[in-house]
């Protein structure tokens, strides 16, 4: 394999580098800032860890010369080889939201629920998340610095909705936002955004504040996890509103009418997916199929089903707290 291929030059030493999740391209971006103190944001899962740090040892960057790790959640497609490739540049600092942090210590539990999960998809997938050194995490909580040098920096932004332990982080020279997950799944070859609700932390108010946090920050460009970097900035945003809603009122719709999980995945099925442009021939099927197992209709239906569940749960504990009026009226 050339190292030199998947790496993309985004100008201002930012380069984005496709980790090949699985062996296929197109389906994780890390994204390589080359600055006096070099920072990769991302790393894919333990399977992709050799990829990436060939592609960075082709742009310069040697064992010694990494200085941080950032992960914007811990889900496996974005940190499964945080541990992997903390051994391999044994300088760096690893940098996660404080609610991660202790799985990147101790991955087995992480581990045990993704297992559970996946089932045998779990190794071809993602592999097997390593042990992070704790003496090497630092943590961020809803704000947060990443020093990349000479007066440049990452601000993080906590913007739970996808997962609670979710930060963004923009770039202070370049405007840049690496959004994660939290605006969604972009697809380079239509150009549409497919929202990201998995289960258990789907929350719907959480991940409308931050897509409006997001808004308020003018970022220059949108840097997606899955796939690549954004110069729309603002039809972007407005399309990843709009499939949210799109997306949570179809779910609500279909548990409505069934009741049943599994009939509601094909009635929401028939009726999203007509909202997305087909592939171009060109566009690998492999990388769409495993695009499809993160961020298809099976579990966005099944993490927007299980806040939902959250939330009919909320309401009646409140209806029959005291003092509220229906407990009044028994």
């Not at 080359?34 to 050799?50: D, F, I, K, N, Q």
């Not at 992480?110 to 630092?138: H, K, Q, T, Y």
């Not at 609500?252 to 009635?267: F, I, K, Y």
Request: proline share 5%; hydrophobic share 40%; charged share 25%.
């Amino acid at each position: 394999m050339d190292a030199t291929e998947g790496i993309t030059a985004l100008g201002e030493e930012v380069f984005a580098i496709d980790t090949l999740m699985a062996g296929y391209p197109g389906i994780t971006s890390s994204y390589l800032i080359r600055t006096e103190r070099p920072c990769v944001v991302e790393v894919g899962t333990a399977g992709s860890a050799e990829v990436l740090r060939d592609r960075m040892a082709a742009l310069g960057i040697g064992a010694d010369d990494l200085a941080t790790i950032v992960v914007t959640h811990i889900h496996l497609d974005h940190a499964g080889g945080v541990g992997d490739i903390a051994r391999m540049f044994p300088r760096a600092e690893i940098v996660v939201h404080e609610r991660g942090a202790r799985h990147l210590a101790d991955p087995e539990r992480l581990m045990r629920s993704a297992r559970m999960v996946w089932g045998d998809r779990l190794d071809v997938l993602f592999g097997e998340m390593s042990p992070s050194d704790a003496d090497r995490i630092r943590t961020v909580g809803t704000t947060g610095e990443v020093d990349l040098g000479a007066g440049r920096r990452l601000v993080a932004h906590y913007s739970p909705g996808h997962a609670k332990h979710h930060v963004g982080l923009v770039d202070s020279a370049t405007g840049d936002l690496y959004a994660g997950d939290a605006l969604g799944v972009y697809n380079p070859y239509t150009g549409d955004v497919r929202p990201a609700t998995p289960p258990p932390d789907f929350d719907f108010g959480a991940a409308r504040r931050s897509l409006d946090l997001f808004g308020d920050i003018g970022a220059r460009r949108l840097m997606f996890s899955h796939f690549g970097a954004v110069e729309e900035v603002e039809g972007t945003l407005e399309r990843a509103r709009e499939e949210l809603h799109a997306w949570v009122e179809e779910v609500r719709r279909a548990r409505a009418s069934t009741g049943d999980l599994d009939h509601a995945v094909g009635m929401v099925r028939d009726a999203v997916l007509k909202r997305y442009r087909p592939l171009p021939e060109e566009a690998p099927a492999e990388a769409a199929q495993v695009m499809d197992v993160l961020s298809g209709v099976e579990g966005n239906t099944s993490g927007i089903w299980h806040w939902l569940d959250r939330l009919e749960a909320e309401q009646e504990a409140a209806q029959g707290a005291p003092g509220s009026p229906s407990s009044r009226s028994r």
